[in-house]
């Protein structure tokens, strides 16, 4: 490229190629946060299920941490693998509202397992995931995320009405919609866009 | 009667350089000149050019120990950016 000057139509084409090239490098791989988490949550649970309902082990709810202890590694490696040298506004909106949810629903978490003054907390962190994702797809503007939100924050309800380590099952189905099935939607979408721009 | 375009934002490198940083919060030089494909000379010249005329702010510091010059789009490069893009529009009456 060089300082040469352009006809009007030239430079509304310039415009809109470097802005769209600019958009489409952020939506390339977009889904993978909600696939790291939302694969390590339902495995989880899974996990916690099985195991527990096999051996009667509460010690088993330490699998729970598997989340965090894989997830976050996990989240920097394809942190480092995102567009070098530029920084987006909606990004930086997304990470801070995920700390915030993350570190609600940690708080939630760790209160729950030590000091057992939570009866339902898998009802809690499906409210507040459910939240963070509706809001997480307003942001992008990426319905199937407010869609599966609203739906997650609906569906949180039902975990009320069930008992015991089945509430887990649940736990994991509402993780399969709220975040992997979004997810592999947004690559898919990030990938087209790619091609396209 | 038409307005004139900026003559500052109608020249190839210096709308890519306003085009890209319209829609990001920052971006450094390496991604800019990746982006326009342009000479680092050339790049650094018109860089300087919107910065004197302050559509842009240029912030020099180091990344360990590489150099890293980051910049970001002022409110006043938004404005001429908007009004740009509003004269090209009539031009081709949009």
């Known amino acids: 490229m060089e300082d040469k000057n352009l006809s009007e139509k030239e430079s509304l084409e310039l415009i809109t190629r470097m802005i769209k090239n600019t958009q489409s490098k952020f ?4 889904g993978v946060p909600f696939l790291i988490f939302g694969y390590l949550t339902v ?40 567009v070098k040298g ?10 801070k509202l995920w700390i915030v949810f993350g570190v609600a629903a ?50 949180s309800f039902l975990l009320l009405q069930v008992e015991g380590y089945d509430q887990c099952l649940i736990f994991a189905a509402v993780f399969v919609l709220m975040m992997v099935i979004p997810g592999h939607i947004l690559n898919c979408k990030g990938k087209k866009d790619v091609e396209r721009a | ?41 050339n790049l650094s010249v018109q860089i300087d050019k919107l910065s004197t005329a302050e559509y842009i702010t240029v912030e020099k510091g180091f990344k360990g120990k590489k150099p890293k010059t980051t910049c970001k789009i002022t409110n006043k490069g938004k404005k001429a950016f908007a009004e740009y893009v509003a004269v090209l529009k009539s031009y081709i009456k949009l």
Not at chain 1, 86 to 95: E, L, P, R, W
Not at chain 2, 12 to 40: H, N, P, W
């Open chain 1, 86 to 95: 530029v920084k987006s506004f909606v990004d930086g909106v997304i990470t």
């Open chain 1, 106 to 155: 940690f708080l939630v978490s760790l209160d729950a397992m030590f000091f057992y003054n939570i009866d339902n907390i898998l009802f809690i962190i499906v409210l507040l995931m459910g939240m963070g994702t509706a809001l997480t797809g307003m942001i992008i503007r990426f319905s199937p995320s407010i869609i599966a939100g609203f739906a997650s924050i609906a569906i």
């Open chain 1, 27 to 30: 939506e390339m791989n977009a």
């Open chain 2, 1 to 41: 009667m038409l307005k004139e375009l900026n003559p500052l934002l109608h020249s190839e490198l210096r709308l890519a350089i306003m085009s890209i940083l319209i829609g990001v919060e920052s971006a450094d030089f390496v991604y800019l000149k990746e982006e326009t494909q342009a000479t680092s000379g």
């Open chain 1, 43 to 82: 495995i989880a649970a899974v996990a916690v299920w099985f195991a527990v309902t096999r051996t009667g082990n509460p010690q088993w709810n330490f699998l729970w941490f598997i989340i965090i202890a894989i997830g976050y590694p996990v989240k920097m490696i394809t942190n480092r693998k995102k």
